[in-house]
């Protein structure tokens, strides 16, 4: 078992900037691809950003030229540092990890999730 560590949450102001991490702590071979999700009041949780083994990003459209996604391999942490925040995005974000738990065996882990509140 994997449990996946979230920080970074809070309250901020629009237009201001927060960086959440997610640290996967444990004994496995590797991880392979990592995102993070936001689920709003009342909404689906949908999938924010995503980062594969190799360093290539992918982006929701709410979240283009705004959030980035990066990894430390070493420190087996996904980052996303979120600027020019705006009220829509208040949501519970949520990191996921595919992780290769050794060579033939992957399973994919969660969070559990940091508040984050954007005020206008």
């Known amino acids: 078992q994997v449990h996946l560590v979230e920080s970074g949450g809070g309250l901020v102001q629009a237009g201001g900037s927060l960086r959440l991490s997610c640290a996967a702590p444990?004994?496995?071979?590797?991880?392979?691809?990592m995102y993070w999700y936001r689920q709003a009041p009342g909404k689906q949780r949908e999938l924010v950003a995503t980062?594969?083994?190799?360093?290539?990003?992918n982006y929701a459209d709410s979240a283009k030229d705004r959030f980035t996604i990066s990894r430390d391999n070493a420190k087996n942490t996904v980052y996303l540092q979120m600027n020019s925040l705006k009220p829509e995005d208040t949501a519970v974000y949520y990191c996921?990890?595919?992780?290769?738990?050794?060579?033939?065996?992957?399973?994919?882990?969660w969070g559990q999730g940091t508040q984050v509140t954007v005020s206008s």
């Open positions: 996921k990890a595919d992780v290769q738990l050794n060579s033939i065996l992957s399973q994919t882990f």
């Open positions: 980062i594969d083994t190799g360093g290539s990003t």
């Open positions: 444990g004994n496995f071979f590797r991880i392979n691809a």
